[in-house]
Structure formats: C-alpha cells, structure tokens
DNA sequence: AACGAGCGCGCG
DNA sequence: AAAGCGCGCGCTCGTT
C-alpha cells in the first residue's frame, strides 16, 4: 500500500499481462499515465516504468523486465487515449520509439482550460485540487537499478494516480463539448511545441561575439565617463540602484528631489533608464547632466551584455542551434512564455546609444536556407473590435492605419506620416489605443504620454467617442466578473479573476487571450499543413522554430521558403477564422523571408 | 552557499 | 474608488 492513494497497484513484468493491461486500458477510453526514465531525453535513456491508472487498472510496468523493453513493446499504447501531466515528456518518448497515433492529454492544460494559464508542477495541482502533500526525492533516484526499491515503485505508481485523480476532478467541470473545444486550444499545440523547441534557431556566434565585444568597449567608455565624475568611495558598485539612490539623496538638492520617482516598495530613488534621461533634460549644460546620460547609456548596454551577450553563445548547443522552451499556457491569459532562454525578449533592431544595433541578426538560417516569419497586424485592437461588435474600429484597421485614424481625430485633420508632426501625433495615438487595450485612466495615460491629466482625459474623451462599442465592451467584461468570478473567452476556456477585479486586467484578458487563441489555430494549422506537406515530400528541410506572442518563424531551404510563406499565411488566416469566421481578413498579417530574424523582408 | 524580495528592463 | 496588461531573467542585498 502506498501512501496517499486509494489503491494497491499490480506489478507488470511480462509481455502477455501488459497486452492485457493496455488493452484493457484501450477498451475504458483513457488512462493515466506516467513515466520513470533513466534520463531526460530518448537520445541518451530509456523508458523504465510506465504507471497506469483508471477506475479499473492501477499498475506499474518494469520493461526491464519484458522482452524488447519499452521500445519493442510501445506500439502497444498507440491508438489509446493517455492522460498525462506535461505531454511534451511522454509524447516525446513515444515519438523517439515511432508511435504518434494516439492521444495524449495533458491534465494542466485542463486546469489551464478553466481557471487560466500558469506554470506549476504536478505536486504544485495535488496540493491546490486534492489537499494532497506529494514528496519527490525519488523523482531523480536511479531509475536504471536492477532491482528498483519500494519507495521507487510506490513514487511511480503515485504520480499515475494523482494525475487520474486530477483528470477526474477537472473533467467534472466541463460540461460542454465548448469547454473541451477550449481544452484542445492548449493541448493540440504540443507537436508544433515540440517541433519548435526541438529543431532550435541557428546563432552566428562570430558575429555574436563581434557584437558582443563592441558592446563591452562601450561599457567601458561609460564606466570612465561615470569614475571621472563620481569616486569609488561615494558609489562602489555602479550595478547598484540602492547604492546611486543614497548618493543622489546626498548630493542633490530637495527641491529636485521632489521630482524624482520613487521606487514601490522602499522607497529609494527610482534609477531607471527612463527617469535618468528625464532628469537630465532638466539640468542643461552641468556635470549632472552628463552622469544621468553615462548612467543611463551604461544600464542599456550592460542590459544588451549581460541578458543577451555571453548567456545566448554559453547556451547555443554544439550544433550551433539555441534551444529555448515555450512554455503553453504560461501566462494567466494563456499566452506562452519562454525560457531558457527567453526568446521572446530579444531585442527588436534599434538605434541603443546612438548606434544601428542589430541582436536580431545573429539568429540566422544555416546554409542554403531562409527564415520564413509573419506577424499578425495589431491583433490585439483587432479582435478587441471584432469582440465588441465595434464596426468603426474594424474599419480603421482594416482600411489602413487604425493609429493614424485615430491621430487625425484626435488633431481634427488627416496627418502625414512622413512629417515629424505627423509621426509624432501617430505615436501619440498609438500609446492612447494601447492605454485603452490595458485599461488605463487619465492618471496613467498621463504619465506614459508625458502629458497632463486633463489633455489626457481628452484623449479619452476622444477614443471613446469614435470607437463607443470596444470601450463600453470592457465594462461589459468587468461586469461579468463581478457577478461570477471568471470571464469566458472566445475559444471556450475561461479565467478566474475573482470577485474583485479591476479594470485593467478586465479590459486586457479577454482582448490578451483572443490574440493567443488565434495564434493557438495558427500554429496548429501550420503543424498540421508542413506535416502533410513533409509527408508528401515537399517542404522536407522545413521546421517550425519560434513563435512570439503574434509571429511565428520557421525555417525552411531556400527552394520552399516562397511556398512555406504561404502555407504560414494560410494557417494564420485560418487560425483567425477560427475564432472569428466570416471577419475580415485584409491586411491581417505581414512579413516576409530573409538570411536572419533581423533581415525579414 | 543558497534563496527570495525588490528592482529594472528586454519583448509582445 | 481606482484603474495601463502579460511574461523571464540579471543583478543586488539581506536572510538563512
């Protein structure tokens, strides 16, 4: 008897009882399953124990004990349905032993369904949704012992069966073939995840390290720009927000202080790159000046060194392809995370310290092949209109430029983007739609647009006038909320917020989410459109490889990267269709084909 | 030495 | 009354 669960469990070891058993499994419909392999990846381990569970089966399955081991016995699982906590683990040993017709359903991703995204264990669910204490230090024991402990076989049968227990729970709460719909948003993208996350995006370590170097010879620059002015005795370590914000509160007058922001929680001056280059336009001419400037350039290049510097060449693998995780779910909204590294935060090409710096471009193609990419187009105000029924504001976006549109309301007459003026009233609009996406008021709008609250407000005034369906749509949201608890959303799932939410999250998450919802159809119409392409022998070198939030990448052979553009485009415009049948499709996505992610044209 | 809070900043 | 959203990660600094 193992502590904890409800059953004892049966001890396979023989190729006729594990038929029996899996066929038994077949015939229920689904099964929990789990795995105790001797390493974390099929290229160097194997499978050792499989654990079952259903009402009926509770079994733990040695291999080592039955002929052909897990690889001669796998095709055994396939065509069943197996529950599982983080499908990508399974379904890859499955795949490395050539069995992927079946099901494999990820019981996070069902909790993810209903209360919203996040990252946690499985003994993170047995806690929250059993009240269950789980205890994992034989998670990493060896798993390739001749003769496996107790405490080995008891852990392993203890996960299958906290995982059926969960799926149990979960199932309950769906009711409705729409509640699995928005299930299947998150569990259908594992294979497109796998295959991004196991292909990898090529890194040109030469010019890496090229950019690399010229970066630290401008931090040195700075650092003696900033040692001229202020001593190792008044600020040791200029890394230090807490260390500049006592000297800064020596140094400098209260009356100037008065304007410096604070930061939230202790209340030291707030040293960022933003309030640095702010307090200096307001002392012209004086060695202050020249500090906040040197300290701010020196906090973006040593941001550029030490995030996106010598981490991305340490983790580039010996194939010279970066391999990050994409996280499903990750976010509350459902949107994805990466991690390790995070490529979703590398940065855009931009002028940094007065320099055309590229990072974007040391992610290349390999030789003889292209990186293929296309972005939806303002995703987020688009299904906001299509959410909201606002008719206005679908035609702006869909009739050109929505930010533009909406600078020539808010000036009184069309604007050219090619002035200054223009580019500047544009820009303006563009932060007002923003603020009205994340349910900004006049306090906060103010402050990101630098202007005051009154004008502020007026620019409100204004959006709300011409765009009356999306901006009322929110209150809509907040309202359900309130009365429930949680809010629907658009592809069948739903997120609990609680009683007492806020706008701005009210106003975001439903927006945030129908933009993943769409890139979840996406990305599993393009999976499923490569895989019958590859099959058919075409677009055989071609592999999915990232997607960031409204963009998807792949890489293809030079030869395949005009037709993959368009297959990219076709799933992109089904995704949305999707969520949105019937909505209009114009200037939906952009992009194109190039050597590197900094060349896609 | 390891860990977490706090801050700041890169992305969409 | 409270009201710009969502992430991951590097770094400092106090605690354990």
């Known amino acids: 008897m193992t502590i904890g669960t409800d059953h004892r469990y049966e001890l396979v070891s023989t190729r006729p009882r594990l038929e029996q058993v899996v066929r038994r499994c077949r015939e229920l419909g689904q099964t929990a399953l789990d795995f105790e392999t001797t390493s974390l990846s099929p290229a160097d381990g194997e499978v050792r124990l499989v654990s079952l569970c259903n009402e009926e089966i509770h079994a733990v399955v040695d291999f080592w004990a039955i002929k052909g081991r897990f690889a001669g016995c796998a095709s055994l699982f396939d065509f069943g349905s197996w529950v599982v906590f983080n499908a990508g683990f399974e379904r890859r040993w499955f795949q490395a032993a050539g069995v992927k017709r079946l099901d494999i359903l990820d019981v996070g991703h069902l909790r993810r369904s209903v209360v919203g995204g996040g990252v946690f264990r499985l003994l993170d669910m047995a806690r929250w949704d059993l009240n269950l204490t789980m205890d994992k230090e034989q998670q990493l024991s060896d798993w390739s012992s001749p003769d496996l402990t107790q405490e080995q076989l008891d852990y392993a049968y203890l996960d299958a069966d906290v995982t059926w227990r969960l799926w149990r729970k979960w199932s309950k709460a769906l009711t409705t073939d729409l509640g699995w719909q928005g299930f299947k948003v998150f569990n259908d993208m594992v294979p497109a995840v796998m295959e991004m996350e196991d292909t990898g995006i090529f890194l040109d370590r030469k010019a890496h390290t090229v950019l690399l170097a010229s970066w630290e010879a401008e931090k040195v620059a700075r650092v003696t720009r900033i040692r001229e002015l202020v001593e190792d005795s008044d600020v040791r370590n200029i890394n230090s ?28 001056l707030s040293v960022t790159g933003v309030a640095l280059r702010g307090l200096a336009g307001r002392v012209p001419g004086t060695p202050l000046e020249t500090l906040f400037d040197a300290l701010a350039e020196y906090k973006t290049v040593t941001k550029y060194i030490s995030s996106f510097g010598q981490p991305l060449l340490d983790r580039a693998s010996k194939d010279g392809r970066l391999r990050a995780r994409y996280n499903i779910g990750a976010a509350i909204t459902g949107r994805f995370s990466s991690s390790g590294p995070n490529l979703q935060q590398v940065p855009r090409d931009k002028d940094i310290l007065g320099v055309f710096t590229s990072v974007r471009k040391s992610f290349v193609a390999p030789l003889g092949r292209l990186l293929v990419s296309l972005d939806y187009s303002g995703i987020e105000l688009r299904v906001l209109a299509l959410l909201s029924g606002d008719k206005q504001l679908l035609k702006d976006m869909v009739e050109g430029d929505v930010h533009s549109e909406v600078a020539a309301v808010m000036s009184g007459s069309p604007i050219d983007r090619s002035t200054p003026e223009g580019k500047s009233l544009r820009q303006s609009a563009k932060a007002v739609s923003f603020g009205i996406v994340y349910g900004a008021a006049a306090s906060g709008l103010s402050a990101t647009m630098r202007t005051d609250e009154e004008r502020a407000q007026g620019y409100i005034d204004f959006w709300s006038a011409r765009y009356p369906d999306a901006f009322r749509y929110r209150y809509t949201m907040l309202d359900e909320a309130v009365r429930t ?22 106003a975001n998450y439903p927006v945030q989410r129908a933009a993943f919802s769409v890139m979840s159809g996406a990305l599993v119409a393009h999976k499923a459109s490569l895989d019958t ?69």
């Open 241 to 268: 927000g807490r260390q500049w914000s006592e000297y800064f509160s020596r140094i400098i007058p209260d009356h100037f202080l008065a304007g410096w922001p604070r930061t939230e929680k202790s209340g030291d």
């Open 485 to 506: 608890g949680k809010i629907r959303c658009v592809d069948g799932g739903s997120i609990e917020v609680g009683y007492k939410p806020a706008l701005p999250k009210l």
């Open 533 to 601: 392409e590859r099959a058919a022998g075409r677009q055989r070198m071609t592999r999915m490889i990232s997607t960031i939030h409204d963009a998807i990448i792949d890489e293809a052979s030079t030869q395949d990267a005009a037709s993959c553009l368009e297959l990219m485009r076709g799933a992109m415009v089904a995704g949305y269709l999707k969520y949105f049948p019937g909505a209009p499709t114009e200037r939906l996505v952009e992009g194109g084909i190039g050597k590197s992610w900094g060349e896609l044209a």
